[in-house]
């Protein structure tokens, strides 16, 4: 019986749907590795822990409210270090979910672009580092040609300001 137990120990890593990759390209344009130092912001919870940040143990059943699993808040402004990158589809999405070691027994699953758009990790995503939608830099530039053509700007100035919304 417990061969039998130990086997199926053994044998759960290799039936999971998770893909392993050695690099990820994150949504903040940081290509993270293996080995890679991931600098952290604050966590997002309300108790300034990291809620995008969950220790992978398993938590046991307590009566009362259960217990957090979040990196603590001690390692705001800190680092962790990637371990493992994985891959899975959740509800037809896929997820990229970074195993890191904060220093300690346990290690961490950092669900990293939910994290990212959090600030959680640094450089994070603000609506100021967001790509403008396609549609925003369209409407942009026809006001810049309505501007042009009322003679309120001169074609330098547009040509500028047309170069620096198409990231040019």
Same mark, same amino acid.
């Given at each position: 019986m417990r061969k039998l137990f130990f086997i199926c120990i053994l044998l759960i890593p290799t039936l999971s749907k998770a893909q392993t990759y050695t690099s990820y390209k994150a949504t903040n344009g940081v290509t993270y590795h293996l080995n890679d130092t991931v600098r952290? !912001? #604050?966590?997002?919870?309300?108790?300034?822990t990291f809620l995008y940040?969950?220790? %992978?143990?398993i938590p046991t059943p307590l009566p009362g409210p259960t217990p957090t699993?979040?990196?603590p808040k001690a390692f705001t402004n !800190?680092? $962790?270090? $990637?371990?493992?990158?994985k891959?899975?589809? %959740?509800?037809?999405?896929?997820?990229?979910v970074l195993v890191v070691d904060a220093g300690g027994i346990f290690r961490f699953s950092l669900y990293i672009d939910?994290?990212?758009?959090?600030?959680? $990790?640094?450089?994070c995503q603000?609506?100021?580092?967001?790509?403008?939608?396609?549609?925003? $830099?369209?409407?942009?530039?026809?006001?810049?040609?309505?501007?042009?053509?009322?003679?309120?700007?001169?074609?330098?100035?547009?040509?500028?300001?047309?170069? #620096?919304?198409?990231?040019?």
């Open positions: 952290l !912001g #604050k966590g997002s919870a309300s108790d300034g940040i969950q220790d %992978r143990g699993h979040n990196l !800190g680092g $962790v270090i $990637v371990k493992n990158i891959k899975s589809k %959740r509800n037809g999405i896929d997820k990229y939910d994290a990212i758009l959090a600030c959680e $990790v640094l450089p603000t609506t100021a580092t967001k790509t403008p939608s396609p549609t925003y $830099v369209a409407d942009e530039i026809k006001k810049l040609k309505d501007l042009l053509d009322a003679g309120t700007i001169t074609q330098a100035e547009f040509d500028a300001q047309k170069k #620096k919304l198409l990231g040019e």
